[in-house]
Nanobody, 111 residues
Framework: QVQLVESGGGLVQAGGSLRLSCAAS????????VGWYRQAPGKQRELVAI???????DYADSVKGRFSISRDNAKNTLYLQMNSLKPEDTAVYYC?????WGQGTQVTVSS
């Protein structure tokens, strides 16, 4: 049974930073494409960052230079470091791996 559990969300002021974590069981991150998506109220879920099994990464234009996706293979944990946060980054952030999804973690950025 695959489980993805996100943590690290919260309330932060604009310009601040947060680091999201996604701990996995039942699936090995390093053998799968993994990523972070987000969904703001009234909007569709959108891609934030992805990482292939080989470690290649890509980002949405809106977060390039501010967000960084990384993976700790020993801990089988995925991270999303978010810097220079903006109010428009407010959303529920989801971890995904090979079509499996976590429950999401809320990120709220105040102006």
């Amino acid at each position: 049974q695959v489980q993805l559990v996100e943590s690290g969300g919260g309330l932060v002021q604009a310009g601040g930073s947060l680091r999201l974590s996604c701990a996995a069981s039942g699936i090995i991150f390093s053998r799968n494409a993994v990523g972070w998506y987000r969904q703001a109220p009234g909007k569709q879920r959108e891609l934030v960052a992805i990482m292939t099994g080989l470690g290649n990464t890509d980002y949405a234009d809106s977060v390039k230079g501010r967000f960084s996706i990384s993976r700790d293979n020993a801990k089988n944990t995925l991270y999303l470091q978010m810097n220079s946060l903006k109010p428009e980054d407010t959303a529920v952030y989801y971890c995904t791996a090979n079509a499996f999804w976590g429950q999401g973690t809320q990120v709220t950025v105040s102006s």
